[in-house]
């Protein structure tokens, strides 16, 4: 039609990207087989298998990325824990800064509620430069990072004296971005 402007749209190609398979199999002595999709072939030790921690059973809000992986973790390795505290106020930093958790245990008084602190207790140490664990408080007892443990002054309960809950503080690491992945 004379007088009106023909439009005219440009091409659009669409690139496909083509993922590289992966497939791995034994080699029968702790190393692996692997070839790509180009078929290269490489021997190479035993892989290593990581679990995403999913939320556990305490509330993430506020706390901070090494405190929520230490929360993850510990949910994860004793489903029996039904209940992990964390930010509150306090007249100390950790629990208000997002620093610690408390992660209660059910039948605390029992031989087996003792049996489980105990147990989290030491997970947490086993785990200690993964959590940037600086202290654990249960039963009464400040266990720190690079120092003695000692008992403490009976606070009045055993709420207060950390009889019903293992208190676990962290360094931190900072607040999460929200682009964190927690691993096992």
């Known amino acids: 039609m004379p007088g009106r402007r023909r439009r005219v749209f440009p091409v659009v190609t669409a690139a496909f990207a083509i993922p590289v398979v992966l497939v791995v199999t034994g080699v029968g002595d702790g190393r692996v087989a692997s070839a ?23 509330l993430e809000r506020g706390l901070q990325v090494k405190t929520i992986l230490a929360e993850r973790a510990i949910s994860a390795r004793f489903p029996e824990i039904i209940e992990i505290g964390g930010v509150r106020p306090d007249g100390m930093k950790w629990h208000p800064e997002g620093l610690a958790i408390d992660v ?14 105990d147990r989290v207790m030491a997970f947490a140490f086993q785990n200690a430069d993964r959590f940037g664990l600086v202290n654990v408080i249960w039963q009464q007892t400040y266990y720190p990072i690079g120092g003695k443990a000692h008992r403490m002054a009976d606070l009045g309960s055993d709420d207060a004296n950390h009889y019903t809950h293992v208190h676990i503080a962290t360094s931190g690491g900072g607040y999460p971005s929200g682009t964190e992945t927690y691993v096992d």
Request: hydrophobic content about 40%; overall charge neutral; cysteine-free.
């Open 36 to 58: 790509n999709s180009s078929g290269q072939t490489q021997i190479a030790a035993a892989p290593i298998t990581m679990r995403i921690l999913l939320p556990g059973v305490g």
């Open 104 to 117: 209660v245990i059910p039948d605390y008084s029992t031989p087996a509620g003792k049996e489980l602190g």
